[in-house]
């Protein structure tokens, strides 16, 4: 339809993005059989039909088992340029995205060689594309602070050679039963270095959570944020200090933080002033990328053209780039 090709058209930002869930079932194979990692699947088909998830757990299980396969720089890379790709085709000028170093230094990966394949695959897309591109590092909050902490560490010898690409940290995993509070004293070291800091809060926690994340993290964005609707205080402070919330409608759907997209709240808290986002989480897991989220949004919840200008515009606002940067997008 028309409304889909001016979705298609709009110039996007995208601020919450795991770069593991970009990797594609047909990648998951060549790089297992690449590296000789075992999968429980037979098939690309059956890698598919297993994301069929209840929760996030459900699906994290999935995930963690996933990312086995990536072990050298290139593969980093390689997992990377896809995403661009898709991002490239789906008009996306920016992205922020979330790696989780743990995740591969757990297995034996040197964290050196994440940062390494995933910054070069950044730069090149800038120098071949103009393509903008930023790495959030995530604390995997199921794991301790001083799992958190000892990451951070290992990562501060890198933090000058990619001073140009590394500029923040995240907090992502099992959200119930691990509050922001827990990663405290790591989120202090990381703004006193000069880091950015945004949190996952809010997508199956409840509201606590997203008041720990501002008050106890300082995050200057929360991470899906949805539950914030059961606070009405806290979305009126949400509306008033224009927090961003970075929102990914088909992964509350897959993951059944709504039964059905036209339940989302997304359309409200735009409405009451909030500035939302729309981004893709894990577009391999959740069976869309960019425009696919905007499309089925738009579609569900029936979002005017202003609206969908706004959603894409907040994400440009809500992004850690320059005014400067900022105002050659819109
Ligand atoms: N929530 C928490 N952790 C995650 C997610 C998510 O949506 N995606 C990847 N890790
Ligand atoms: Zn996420």
């Not at 594609?24 to 598919?48: I, T």
């Not at 790591?186 to 008050?215: K, N, R, S, W």
Request: aromatic content about 8%; hydrophobic content about 45%.
């Amino acid at each position: 339809t028309e409304l889909h090709q001016f979705i298609r058209g709009l110039p996007k930002a995208e601020l919450h993005l795991h770069i593991e869930g970009s990797l594609e079932p047909e990648m998951m194979f060549a790089l297992a059989q690449k590296n000789g990692v075992k999968l429980p699947y037979a098939s690309v088909a059956e890698v598919r039909a297993a994301y069929q998830f209840s929760d996030l757990q459900s699906f994290l299980d999935l995930y963690y088992a996933g990312a086995a396969v990536l072990q050298t720089e290139q593969d980093f890379y390689d997992l990377t340029v896809a995403y661009i790709q898709r991002a490239l085709a789906d008009d996306v000028r920016h992205v922020e995205l979330f790696f989780d170093p743990q995740t591969h230094t757990a297995r034996g990966i040197a964290i050196e060689t994440v940062f390494a394949g995933i910054a070069g695959a950044l730069r090149d897309a800038k120098a071949r594309h103009g393509f903008s591109g930023s790495m959030i590092l995530c604390f995997l909050r199921h794991l301790s602070e001083e799992d958190a902490m000892s990451t951070l560490e290992s990562a501060l010898p890198l933090r000058d050679a990619y001073a140009d690409v590394w500029i923040g940290v995240g907090l992502d995993s099992s959200e119930v039963g691990n509050p922001p509070e827990k990663f405290a004293h790591v989120f202090t070291i990381a703004q006193a270095m000069g880091l950015h800091v945004v949190a996952h809060a809010g997508e199956e926690g409840p509201p606590a959570y997203i008041h720990g994340a501002l008050d106890v993290l300082q995050v200057e964005r929360i991470d899906h944020g949805v539950r914030a609707e059961e606070d009405p205080a806290l979305m009126q402070q949400l509306a008033a200090s224009r927090m961003p919330l970075t929102v990914c409608p088909l992964s509350n759907l897959k993951l059944c933080v709504v039964k059905d997209l036209r339940d989302h709240n997304l359309a409200r808290m735009l409405r009451a002033g909030l500035c939302v986002t729309i981004n893709s989480d894990d577009p391999s897991y959740f069976g869309g990328y960019m425009n696919d989220n905007f499309i089925a949004t738009a579609d569900a919840l029936e979002l005017s053209r202003a609206e969908l200008l706004q959603i894409a515009r907040n994400g440009f606002e809500a992004a850690f780039v320059s005014e400067q940067q900022k105002q050659s997008w819109y």
